[in-house]
């Protein structure tokens, strides 16, 4: 004969006193109603293949839409109209509640108009194969179980107060007779003169002896320790127990601690991913990245970064790259990424070249993009179907290297394709991008997935107090926050549809019970203890505020000291007797800000084959930066994340400007237009800045058009206007420079004047068109004068601002965009040359004694260089002049190095 051991809180574990693994032996069984459930209908020959939720929910949609002609004033169908599949998810759980209660032997009419509506969908929902859901398989099992005679080989505890319990499991428990015994889970718990004593006579509605507590150093049995948040909360007890401390733990989501623990070498106690969202799972509606426009290049790149992926992982790292580097697609370099992948694999096998082509089908389809409002049912069925049958063969055991959790995660994803190509079967032609992203949210939703298996000799933890069986010595309740008790069983029901099923002789889970059966689960938290309960409050989970406990706003109802047993980090040490290690500190050394960096090694540091003229002025103005990049080869930016959008907007200009003035170049009858110049910049931008096509993103978008326009307007009437010729843009040269050394670059624009003179426009998106001007005028215009020596023609040089449309320059052009600068004889493009490889050399004698100046937002008087410059006629430091203050690289990324935290 099996005994179970039952309770509505069982199904997901249950401590009884020794471990909190399952004691089943072949006798003795704890279930709970999923459990149960199982167990009876294998006793009672009911079984079958039922569907799971998803499903469920596209057959009721479907069932609603049937219902709809003979009703078409049905109390669903407005919302219905714009969201079938949430709509369904809803009601579907109304239906299983009502059949639960035994509303399905109620007939339709007479009924309050809704339950009548109800009524009338299930005509079409059950009369239809596969539509069970637990509440029917619950009404089988009841209607299956002989009154009287026993449950079929078992005898069943329940540790459920029978007054509480939903009116379903009343009936149940009430079938069988004499083989069900009810359990007070509080009958063998101790009741000791302590604090924790005090507080179980509160909770278990006897009178305490006393409404005062002892104080935390005389009696430790009960307290609340407040903590930081619950990172903070996880790393203490993992320290703690790392050196041997040993309580049952109450945590519901597990997933923190158990990362704390096994950072401290410590075996995980097992937890769940619960209302998750992994990467597997996300892959659903980043798999319709191609079917949804405007493309969104941030789930472009999140599908190509994704550790699991219909596309292969080598290609998909090429395309990230290549994402990164130029976000957008149809780029040259974009396809050429794909070519390049299949064609190595391709060995003149005639079997491995089907299979290679085939494949490259499928990624060439995921990554072909829709532009139109509008997406073809075709497309999307090939998409899906592409993505289940991948996700199929990934949730098989033995093929892949997956866990348990990973293949539940792809037979998730798979049920969901599954779902959407249901959905839309009989669907033709087409639907709206809108209409497509509502029926993909509808389908798609968090689910709960194993994270972590429960490791031999881990720490004890259970996942809520009402899994509390047995009564462990200590308890320490490390999540005695943000618990809400609601009464949400039933809660759409009007009071007249209340009053018609009670008349009807169905009863109704009251909400006073549901609250009470929970609250009384939740004080099994403090009432199992044996010696003692510490209950755990954090000011913060997870960055949010918390909320106060219903079982501690009790306790601070009665007890008028409980400051008194209130206690934190510091006196940690009274509660477990065990101090925490040094390594445990709340308090954190913050770097302090350089002005420089010292290096041991400098010769190490080598002057480069090949600098550029960018190159060379972040040598000169910010060094520090220049060793990171050039030295040590680090990038100070984040390459896994798509440049800001101000970078874009710079790329994307000089990339039209390139193909516009290729067309000036190229074609006597040029005209500029706005059509022109706009076909050119929107194709630049699907090419290399798709962000900007994102509805969230209209003002930038734009903003851009209307910046950019202006600017190639006026560019254009200045070369017009000088009667200048376009050589090419991206110009390239290289040549060796006396005091430098190989120098190469490409410079953004070269042209010649009508004498034959060439000029060179040096192209800027920037945020200070001023810093240009005093660059000129102040003989700080290194990248210029570096560019006028490569030519080696004397050509005239300017710099020309795309977010202004103006020219700044020292040289005799003219135009309305032109604005003049008075740059002073002795500082022309040869001295600032000359002071170039001034200030080389001096950045170069730093270097050698490992002295690298970083100075951002420093005095200048503190800085060598600064002092050097009048002396040693060197390049001036990019600075503010009333402050007296170094400029910070404004492109740098390498705050942290220099010890500034923002």
Known sequence: MLTIHYSCYFDNGVFTGNSTENNATFNVAYLGPMGLLGYLERMLGLTGNYPDATDRATRYAAALRKHLPEDPGAFYAKAFETDEMGVAKDLIRWRDDLVLLGWKTLAAEGQPARLKTLAGVEKQFADRWFHYGIADRWQDVLHALPTGEGLPGCNLLVYDDPS???????????????????????????????????????????????????????????????????????????????????????????????????????????????????????????????????????????????????????????????????????????????????????????????????????????????????????????????????????????????????????????????????????????????????????????????????????????????????????????????TVIRADIHAFLYAGEVDFLTRNGIEIYLPASQVKMAYEKAKRGILAARNQCVLVVVEKHNGEEVSLHPVMSEINAFFQNITGISTTFGDVEKLTHIPPQELFSREITLPQPKTRWEISNPGKLSKRETESASSIEKLIQHPFEWVIRYQARLNSGNSFTLPELFTLKGSIAHATTEAILTLLKNGPGFKLNDTLIADHLNRKIREEGLVFMLPEMRFEYEELVRKYTLAIKSLVSIIVKNELTVVDCEYYARKNIPRIGEVAGKMDLVMENKSGRQVIFDLKWTRNNKKYQSRLAEGKSVQLAVYYRLLGTGPMTAYFMFDSGKLYTGHNLSGAGVVPVDVPADLTEQEVLAKTCNSLAFRWEELSRGDIEIGDNAGVADLPYYNATGENLLIPLEMDQSKKIKYADAYSGLELFKGNIH
């Not at 203490?236 to 096994?262: M, R, S, T, W």
């Not at 075996?267 to 319709?288: D, H, R, V, Y």
């Not at 003149?348 to 829709?370: A, M």
């Not at 881990?458 to 107090?465: A, D, I, K, L, R």
Request: aromatic residues 8%; glycine residues 6%; proline residues 6%.
């Open 164 to 482: 509480l319990v939903h009116p379903f499991f009343k009936k149940l428990f009430a079938r069988p007779g004499k083989c069900i015994t009810f359990v007070d889970p509080n009958e063998n718990i101790t009741m000791d003169h302590n604090n924790l004593g005090l507080v179980k006579s509160l909770l278990l509605g006897k009178k305490p002896g006393g409404n005062r507590f002892r104080s935390i150093g005389d009696d430790n049995s009960f307290s609340i320790l407040h903590l930081k948040d619950n990172h903070f909360a996880a790393d203490l007890l993992a320290n703690q127990v790392k050196q041997g401390f040993n309580p049952v733990v109450i945590n519901g989501e597990n997933k923190i601690l158990d990362h704390y623990l096994e950072a401290n070498g410590l075996p995980a106690s097992g937890s769940m991913l619960t209302n998750s969202n992994p990467l597997i799972i996300q892959l659903f509606k980043l798999a319709a990245v191609g079917l949804i426009s405007p493309l969104n290049v941030y789930n472009l790149l999140s599908l190509l970064q994704s550790p699991y992926s219909p596309i292969p992982k080598k290609l998909s790292a090429s395309l990230a790259r290549q994402l990164i580097e130029k976000p957008g697609i149809g780029n040259p370099q974009w396809q050429e990424s794909i070519d390049l992948y299949f064609m190595e694999r391709l060995t003149g096998n005639e079997q491995e070249e089907q299979r290679w082509n085939k494949k490259r089908e499928e990624v060439e389809h995921l990554l072909t993009f829709n532009f139109g409002p509008d997406v073809g049912i075709s497309r999307i069925k090939k998409t899906y179907s592409l993505l289940k049958a991948w996700a199929d063969k990934h949730a098989l055991p033995g093929i892949y290297d997956h866990s348990d959790g990973e293949r539940d995660q792809f037979a998730c994803l798979s049920r969901m394709a599954g779902a959407l190509l249901k959905k839309i079967h009989d669907s033709v032609d087409a639907i709206s991008v809108a209409e497509f992203l509502r029926l993909t949210e509808s389908i798609y939703e968090p689910a709960t997935f194993q994270n972590e298996l429960i490791q031999a000799n881990s720490v004890q933890h259970t996942g809520s107090p009402g899994e509390l069986l047995g009564n462990p010595p200590v308890v320490w309740w490390l999540d005695c926050y943000n």
